[in-house]
């Protein structure tokens, strides 16, 4: 009894853990709610009284949606404008234009990159399958060549590179500043797009793992890219300094709190500029002002979709508040300090622990952004006793994200959702995307073990 007293918040965190596994996976609970249940069990099993569980409840769930909330919609807007205003085709068609065939598929990669940034994985791959069905009728190929490219850039960036919801979440749980994690969500981000798309798409196809042909209604509007393209090179440009304009202002407000000069007035103007609310409220007016479709029928589009894109916002919001609940109780049972001691006494470090436990979650539940949170309240304490300063922290984002990113299979939506668009059976999609998701979370991690060997 007096050992079961001894360990009874590491005990809770397991009741807690077990059951949000449980009742997304067996009972098929929506994660919000599992995450709200599981925080409670977890108070429960930590012996905190009822008020107390309720008031960490709540306080979590504030702590992380007074930052995370603002930004999702932000991006969410800035997408809209992306899509709405034709620039997420216009970045395809600029990559692309000029690239014969095979030419295209490292193209490809980066386009995922690039779209993804503002857009939503799923959003981000419905728009471009036209172009990659453009590209396998020209090169006379299987639309995976083109395809495993472009779906290893979306994930890549829906992993590591904010406004994207995942990184946000992990970073505000973590206290990283997202001005380096953006810088390493690029420097992870590339690497892994290039290996789990261009590379392995070449190497499936030389041995003959590639397969399937894209649905048949991804061919309606299919518009053959090397004819008569709909966008010109202006609207290219407009596109790029609409998803460049957030990234830049974050990271310059990064670097300059970095430096003595952010005690001046300019310093203090130019960080203010770069905190992610005001530089992501800057990018949705440049986009309103160079990607604000023209004629009644185009505005009467973007109408729509502004009034449309909170939708699928909603339940991210709400699933990274109950993440943020979960953390915070974890927190208040000492639960997250216990597993610190533990995981510091024997010898495992914050990045590696921080990269496993997300891909255990990942590959038992499904969801990468469940996974991501739960990882970032497990580690948040053990951050905390290992004193990581700014640019571990944001290591640490990355290395969660690059957790949650493996092994995409049956119990992701995402690998429904590929398998769907392609005509893939299971086996297929098997050895195509879930082969492609787990090289892009393993070699962001590699990335990100490589790197902190300099910071």
């Known amino acids: 009894m007096e050992i079961l007293i001894q360990h009874q918040p590491v005990l809770s965190a397991l009741v807690g853990v077990s059951a949000l596994l449980y009742l997304i996976i067996a009972r098929r609970m ?21 008020m107390s569980i309720l008031k960490s409840v709540q306080n979590g769930m504030a702590g992380v949606l007074g930052f995370v909330a603002v930004i999702v919609g932000l991006g969410a807007l800035l997408g809209v404008f992306l899509d709405i205003g034709g620039g997420a085709h216009a970045i395809a068609r600029g990559l692309t234009k000029g690239r014969e065939g095979r030419a295209a598929i490292w193209a490809m990669g ?17 728009l471009l399958v036209p172009v990659v069905a453009a590209l396998a009728r020209r090169a006379k190929a299987s639309p995976l ?19 994207t919801p995942g990184p946000i979440a992990v970073a505000e749980i973590l206290g990283a500043e997202l001005g380096w994690v953006i810088v390493f969500g ?21 041995t003959g793992l590639l397969g399937g042909q894209l649905a048949d209604n991804s061919h309606d509007t299919v518009e053959d890219i090397s ?3 709909s966008q010109s090179v202006g609207l290219v440009w407009k596109a790029f300094a609409t998803i460049a304009t957030p990234l830049i202002l974050i990271v310059m407000g990064a670097v300059i709190n970095l430096t003595s000069y952010k005690t001046t007035g300019v310093g203090q103007g130019l960080v203010f500029l770069g905190h992610p609310f005001v530089a992501l409220l800057i990018a949705c007016l440049v986009a309103y002002y160079l990607l604000r479709p023209e004629g009644a029928e185009g505005q009467e589009k973007l109408r729509q979709g502004l009034e449309k894109a909170f939708e699928p916002t909603a339940a991210i919001i709400l699933v990274t508040g109950a993440g943020g609940a979960f953390k915070q109780v974890l927190i208040d ?19 590696v622990a921080a990269f496993l436990i997300a891909a255990v979650v990942r590959v038992m539940q499904g969801s990468a952004t469940v996974a991501m949170l739960t990882a970032a309240g497990l580690i948040a304490p053990l951050v905390s006793a ?13 290395s969660v994200a690059a957790g949650a990113t493996v092994l995409s299979h049956v119990n992701d939506s995402g690998f429904w959702l590929v398998s769907r668009y392609f005509n893939l059976s299971v086996p297929e999609t098997l050895r195509t995307w879930t082969v492609s998701s787990t090289l892009v979370g393993v070699t962001g991690f590699l990335m990100v073990l490589l790197i902190s060997f300099f910071v």
């Open 30 to 50: 929506s994660a919000f709610a599992a995450l709200l249940v599981s925080a409670l069990l977890t108070g429960i099993a930590a012996g905190l009284d009822p």
């Open 110 to 126: 980066f386009v995922g990159i690039f779209i993804a940034i503002p857009v939503f994985f799923d959003v981000g791959l419905i």
């Open 145 to 163: 060549l083109f395809g495993l490219p472009l779906l290893s850039g979306l994930a890549a960036a829906h992993a590591f590179i904010p406004p």
């Open 186 to 206: 690029l420097c992870a981000g590339i690497p892994a797009m290039l290996v789990a798309g261009p590379v392995y798409a070449r190497i499936a196809e030389k």
């Open 227 to 229: 004819v008569s393209p």
């Open 333 to 351: 049972t000492d639960a997250g300090a216990a597993i610190a001691n533990i995981a510091l006494s024997s010898g495992v470090i914050p990045i």
């Open 386 to 398: 290992a004193g990581s300063n700014s640019l571990e922290l944001a290591l640490l984002t990355i």
